[in-house]
């Protein structure tokens, strides 16, 4: 049986900036931080310059927001309420799908690599 050769994992980082942010979601980063006056469960650290510094926490919760917002068309008062309403539920549902795709995406990796052996 051939050894699977090493494949290095991706850093994890700490904290992101909103430019980065902003191109997870494909949008301004002004959208942020208006959404960042609009939610309060935005609440990014700032830096000794005042750059702002997400979180992965940050980052699902923006995820949310943008599902709530950009997918499903909520208007933003809209969105407010679903949030107060039943917010532990939402992050907890939204963590399981996001981690659900991650488990998909390994799971096809292995799959693709399975079929590259065969070959």
């Given at each position: 049986?051939?050894?699977?050769?090493y494949k290095e994992r991706e850093i994890e980082k700490k904290y992101y900036s909103i430019g980065e942010v902003a191109s997870i979601f494909k949008v301004a980063p002004s959208l942020i931080r208006y959404w960042e006056g609009e939610f309060d469960i935005i609440k990014p650290k700032k830096d000794k310059k005042g750059?702002?510094?997400f979180t992965k926490?940050?980052?699902e919760k923006i995820r949310y927001i943008y599902q709530l917002v950009k997918i499903k068309g909520y208007t933003l008062q809209g969105a407010q309420e679903v949030l107060k309403t039943g917010q532990e539920q939402v992050f907890d549902k939204a963590m399981m799908v996001d981690r659900l795709h991650q488990i998909k995406r390994f799971l096809m990796e292995i799959r693709d690599?399975?079929?590259v052996k065969a070959e």
């Open positions: 049986m051939k050894a699977v050769p750059n702002r510094r926490d940050d980052i690599t399975m079929h």
